[in-house]
């Protein structure tokens, strides 16, 4: 295996996972995005063959590190890429966060390597693109999103034209019960505590503002082949029941656990087969109640971004993603309002080209035009204030 992203939150559970499984599962390929002093204690436990840095700016670290111990090392954005095609690769673990999961990601699919996919990015910026690839590769994507785990399993052994409907399921998040008003004031530290989930900083703040539900639902689209208006978002807080497939004689399947992702990952690692798991067994006795209500559109109006994405098509949902990332960045370091997260999107939406038709050329473009202009808006402090 290669671990795109070894050092974050669902690299760390899988390298747990790969630990308890010796002899199904080798880390062959570690690869960190620039926190260098846990990719060499990584490297030094579980002895990949390569370990690489994105940062170039790591590489004397670990190369002084590492290199005594007979592991490879490298550096940079083409040695990941790189990375995801050696032969002794036989999956590609992609945990990074945002865009810079695409370029290895495509690495991956070219070279035929089968992608246990946790970086949605990849399917909500080229979703088109990559299942085209795929289409002409031996490649297969397992997804690790447990939202996506959950419906690929419920739709194990069923037929695709009996779907009638997927119901992705969403906590709310910290800010559930708040109005629009209320979170035009809240903090960082407000947004970072997730209720149910212990995420890295990027992903929560997508959870708490529900871009990344707009997120999965353009990504379950793409896995599974079903039309957006055929994809419906439900807010369960107790985050129990990861998500749900209904089926054209009515029934509904769900697929529950606790809220713990060693089990998505260790089902996409192992390719749809069930590993043990020492994990804490789900007791819905303890549970009580599980309680279902429709998401607010009006409180949380970036879950809109999914349907404009997907009816406009094209390049929008690169835009969106780009200009979500400027603007996750700026709120994390408290130079705009959580709710400037919305109306950052929506204001790079109306100023960059449409492309149709897209090439990767076009979404690296068009990532790097979306990124140039979201940062201008907010070092101009300048970003109108749009209703959904």
């Known amino acids: 295996m290669a671990i795109l992203g070894s050092t974050g939150s669902i690299g760390t559970q899988a390298l747990d996972i790969i630990e308890a499984h010796p002899q199904r599962f080798k880390a062959h390929v570690l690869v960190a995005g620039r926190n260098v002093d846990l990719l060499i204690e990584q490297a030094r436990k579980h002895r990949p063959a390569l370990a690489v840095i994105a940062a170039e700016s790591g590489y004397e670290a670990l190369s002084r590190a590492l290199q005594p111990l007979g592991i490879a090392t ?32 495509i690495s991956a699919i070219k070279a035929g390597k089968d992608i246990a996919l946790a970086n949605k ?22 997804p690790v999103d447990s939202e996506h785990s959950a419906i690929r399993q419920c739709l194990a052994g069923e037929h695709h034209s009996a779907v009638r409907r997927l ?40 959870s708490a503002s529900m871009v990344n539900k707009a997120f999965e639902i353009i990504e379950a689209h793409w896995l599974f082949g079903i039309p957006h208006k055929c994809i419906t978002p439900v807010v369960h807080p107790q985050s129990i029941v990861h998500s749900m497939v209904e089926f054209a004689d009515g029934a509904v399947k769900a697929q529950l656990g606790t809220p ?13 087969e069930r590993l043990r798991s ?39 949902a690169c835009v969106i993603n780009a200009a979500n990332e400027v603007a996750v960045e700026a709120f994390l370091h408290r130079r705009i309002a959580f709710t400037d997260i919305y109306n950052l999107i929506r204001h790079t939406l109306e100023h960059i080209d449409f492309v149709l038709s897209p090439s990767y050329h076009d979404y690296v473009d068009t990532n790097a035009a979306a990124v140039a202009f979201a940062r201008s808006a907010v070092d101009a402090g300048a970003i109108p204030a749009y209703s959904y």
């Open 121 to 142: 990015e990849t399917l909500v910026v080229a979703g088109d693109l990559v299942n085209k690839m795929l289409g002409e590769s031996t490649s297969r994507i397992y």
């Open 260 to 272: 713990d992702m060693h089990l998505p990952i260790s089902y996409a690692l192992a390719g749809d």
């Open 167 to 206: 119901i992705i399921t969403a906590s709310g998040g910290p800010f559930r019960a708040m109005s629009r008003e209320q979170m035009q004031r809240v903090t960082v530290d407000q947004a970072l505590a997730h209720p149910n989930w212990h995420m890295g900083a990027k992903i929560t703040i997508d």
């Open 278 to 316: 020492q994990s804490k067994p789900l007791s819905l006795a303890d549970i009580a109640h599980l309680t279902f209500e429709a998401p607010d559109y009006d409180r949380f109006p970036c879950l809109s971004l999914a349907t404009l994405a997907l009816e406009r098509g094209g390049n929008t």
């Open 74 to 105: 490298a550096a940079g954005a083409q040695a990941v890429a790189d990375a995801m095609t050696l032969a002794e690769v036989d999956t590609v673990l992609t945990a990074t966060v945002g865009y810079s999961g695409l370029a290895p990601t």
